[in-house]
């Protein structure tokens, strides 16, 4: 872990670095660019071919679907407390969706115009749920949960499988309880492309939700325009942000959590007391010793792992500010929750308090885990329901209201020089 003190002379280099930007690398945007370029040119073949490389499959286009046998199949396999979690997480997932979701309205303007919006689930959408490390059971549900609660007619589902062809019975359960219409057992770039772009077998969607490596996220990014995204949700995140009335096992068992998604995963610990610091870099050290996921937590805290000490807590939400990160577990006195809370403006979810644990907002509580990472929390929020509805805006105009609006039309058409404009409203008023 690389420890740095805010009076260290480093400090600023160091804080200036942990700020990042979502940008990829040239490798992986021509690599990218390449794949999509094959699937569109040669649709299934090139996903066949991909499986193979990739994921060490050999699979026909006739194989990319699963199959009804296989979806029932999974569902003998799964046992019933794993259908039990999936049922809970869903009813929060839903009870969420509720609360969030964009309702129609319609109101008067000052010219006497009806105006309002309308909101309709999109047709088409589909879900990325990564598969490489770990089956990511909770992602079916944190994407496709939200498309269900929407009442998204179609539901396409792209998930990596085995060197065997098989997807995870768990996965598929969960793909099942969303409602998914359609799973493939294709990952990586191509499956965004064929989701995207549409393929001899695979009808292109709507728009794309879900996260994904450093290949899937630029896979999105580059086919904006061809499909709509939800946002770039890359490797994992957490910041934890704490003074000295935080417990160190509790800050530890945090870091850990996120350390073992390994990979370029970002870990960031900002305190303003110099005992937590030491009290949670033995915490860390103990803990660790118990976890199973070694080789990926050990790669996590030496690579990616930054420990700050800073003066004031103020200090500490302003480098949340500039990192924005997925996750910030916040454990501060009672008395100065709200006011971080009021001061912190970029980070994708925030964890408020002792007991509030970012694995239980991955798996259970109802917002979507589905974040902005690398920084993009400054610019993107994370999934929500009204993602999945497509927003249309109504303008209802009676004679009147004709009448009081055409001195301002006329106006605008003048300056613009668009005088069509113009005589279109004032050819209902003669």
Not at 60 to 71: C, G, I, K, M, N
Not at 90 to 102: A, G, V, W
Not at 303 to 318: P, Q
């Amino acid at each position: 872990m690389n420890i740095c003190r805010e009076s260290d002379a480093r400090y600023a280099a160091v804080v200036a670095a942990m700020n990042r930007r979502a940008i990829p690398g040239e490798e992986v945007r021509q690599s990218v660019a390449g794949i999509i370029k094959e699937v569109q040119e040669h649709g299934d073949e090139a996903l066949c071919r991909y499986a193979a490389a990739f994921d060490r499959v050999e699979l026909t286009p006739a194989q990319l679907r699963v199959t009804e046998d296989e979806l029932a199949a999974a569902q003998q396999q799964v046992p019933q407390d794993v259908k039990e979690a999936i049922a809970a997480a869903l009813n929060n997932i839903e009870y969420f969706s509720q609360q969030s979701m964009r309702k129609d309205w319609s109101g008067v303007n000052a010219q006497g115009c009806e105006v309002g919006e309308r909101f309709v689930p999109y047709d088409r959408v589909g879900i990325y749920v990564p598969g490489g490390k770990a089956p990511l059971v909770s992602t079916a549900l944190m994407t496709g949960g939200f498309a269900k609660a929407v009442g998204v007619p179609e539901i396409v589902a792209m998930t990596p499988c085995g060197p065997d062809g098989r997807v995870n019975p768990a996965v598929l359960v969960a793909l099942q309880a969303v409602g998914a219409t359609e799973i493939y057992r294709i990952g990586g770039a191509q499956g965004v492309a064929a989701m995207a772009l549409g393929t001899q077998s695979i009808a292109p969607v709507q728009k794309i939700f879900g996260p994904g490596n450093r290949y899937v996220v630029e896979a999105k990014r580059q086919l904006v325009g061809a499909v709509a995204i939800d946002l770039l949700p890359g490797p994992s995140e957490v910041m934890v942000l704490a003074d000295e009335t935080a417990n160190a096992a509790y800050v530890a068992a945090d870091l850990l959590a996120q350390a073992e998604h390994g990979g370029d995963s970002a870990i960031a610990f900002v305190t303003t007391s110099e005992e937590l610091l030491k009290e949670v870099e033995e915490q860390i050290a103990l803990q660790a010793q118990s976890l199973s996921r070694a080789e990926y937590l050990q790669q996590v805290l030496r690579d990616n792992t930054n420990c700050l000490l800073v003066n004031e807590l103020t200090s500490g939400a302003d480098i949340v500010n500039d990192f924005a990160p997925e996750h910030l577990v916040l454990m501060v006195a009672a008395d100065r929750e709200e006011e971080m809370l009021s001061r912190i403006r970029t980070a994708g979810a925030i964890y408020a308090g002792t007991y509030s644990t970012v694995a239980c907002g991955d798996f259970l509580a109802g917002p979507s885990h589905t974040l902005p990472t690398g920084g993009s929390g400054k610019s993107f929020s994370g999934i929500r329901a009204d993602q999945f509805q497509r927003r249309t805006s109504i303008v209802r105009m009676s004679r009147e209201a004709a009448e009081r609006s055409l001195p301002h039309v006329q106006v605008f058409a003048r300056v613009e020089g668009l005088d069509a404009h113009g005589r279109s409203l004032e050819i209902r008023t003669l």
